[in-house]
Nanobody, 124 residues
């Protein structure tokens, strides 16, 4: 599975951004697995942001983004999205989309496939 993330950019605090991630190569793998978003700020480890089960019936969020970010997916189109509202400077990071491999949704080790990342910068 190849993942292509897009939608990052430079915004001001309080603005919104919508990240998208398109999967190619194995639509069956994408549609039958949970997917998630992670982020990595400069000098920090990659951290969990949000995840959604294969059916979309359950979603999970880091406490730091709960109530501001919304993860979604469209299995028919092999895409996933992250709607980010009320952005804060501390949300500045490179955001990665990933396809789960069977481990914990909250750990980088729970994911088999990763996109290349899209840069989000939030100015104060």
């Amino acid at each position: 599975v190849q993942l292509q993330a897009s939608g990052g950019g430079l915004v001001q605090a309080g603005d919104s951004l919508r990240l998208s991630c398109a999967a190619s190569g194995s639509g069956r793998t994408f549609s039958r697995r949970a997917v998630g978003w992670f982020r990595q700020a400069l000098g920090k480890e990659r951290e969990f942001v949000a995840a959604i089960t294969w059916s979309g019936s359950s979603t999970y969020y880091a406490d730091s983004v709960k109530g501001r970010f919304t993860i979604s997916r469209d299995n028919a189109k092999n895409t996933m999205s992250l709607q980010m509202d009320s952005l804060k400077p501390e949300d500045t990071a490179v955001y990665y989309c990933a396809v789960a491999g069977g481990g914990s949704y909250f750990s980088v080790y729970g994911y088999d496939y990763w996109g290349q990342g899209t840069d989000v910068t939030v100015s104060s």
